[in-house]
């Protein structure tokens, strides 16, 4: 695939290249992976992230607790991850 088709100018943007290589991973392992449960979980993560990005990019609460280049955030840069996932995975899914 080549990089202009790769470019996104925004969050929306951002959330439709996810959808497009979720919806390609998913494709793929029902041809040619064998339905693997991993690959599933990937290709439904890379949806998550998008739904997540477009959702908090400016949401200030978010931007407090992760931190930025200059401030240091309200969460340890070990725990960034797990704050992720829990954006990623709430309880209610």
Same mark, same amino acid.
């Given at each position: 695939m080549s990089e202009a088709k790769l470019k996104f100018d925004n969050k929306e943007e951002f959330r439709a290249a996810c959808r497009a290589l979720s919806g390609r991973m998913h494709y793929l392992n029902r041809v040619a992976m064998? +339905?693997?449960?991993? @690959?599933? +979980?990937?290709a439904d993560m890379m949806m998550r992230l998008g739904r997540v990005f477009e959702d908090h990019y400016d949401n200030k609460d978010t931007n407090a607790q992760f931190g930025s280049g200059?401030?240091?955030g309200d969460i340890d840069k070990k725990d960034a991850a *797990? @704050? *992720?996932f829990a954006l990623m995975y709430p309880e209610k899914d």
């Open positions: 064998g +339905e693997q449960r991993f @690959a599933w +979980e990937v200059y401030d240091k *797990l @704050a *992720l």
